[in-house]
Nanobody
Framework: QAQVKESGGGLVQAGGSLRLSCAAS????????MAWFRQAPGKEREFVAA????????YYTDSVKGRFTISRDNAKNTVYLQMNSLKPEDTAVYYC????????????????WGQGTQVTVSS
């Protein structure tokens, strides 16, 4: 059964860094766009970043540009989200997702979702 699973969340002070990992299993996702979304309490799930199957193209929401970096290692079937200069407003559950519909930010185009990992940024 194909699945993706996140890890690396935790509690960090404002200005700190975390690196999230997303390990895919059950099939190869090397031809899939991979992305990170997040959902804060009481809010809708929102797009954070996406990376094309080759890693050659990336796409970020404006609020994380210059602070977050998405990358992938297809040999390891793993995607990463390096988060620097974290802010309290980055607090959310972060989800990894996979899509075979190109570089997209819509939740409706992603077929595989992980269970999420909590990121909490204290002020």
């Amino acid at each position: 059964q194909a699945q993706v699973k996140e890890s690396g969340g935790g509690l960090v002070q404002a200005g700190g860094s975390l690196r999230l990992s997303c390990a895919a299993s059950g099939r190869t996702f090397s031809s899939y766009t991979m992305a990170w979304f997040r959902q804060a309490p009481g809010k809708e799930r929102e797009f954070v970043a996406a990376i094309s199957w080759s890693g050659g193209r990336t796409y970020y929401t404006d609020s994380v540009k210059g602070r977050f970096t998405i990358s992938r290692d297809n040999a390891k079937n793993t995607v990463y989200l390096q988060m620097n200069s974290l802010k309290p407003e980055d607090t959310a559950v972060y989800y990894c997702a996979a899509s075979n519909k190109g570089l997209t930010r819509s939740t409706y185009t992603y077929d595989y979702w992980g269970q999420g990992t909590q990121v909490t940024v204290s002020s």
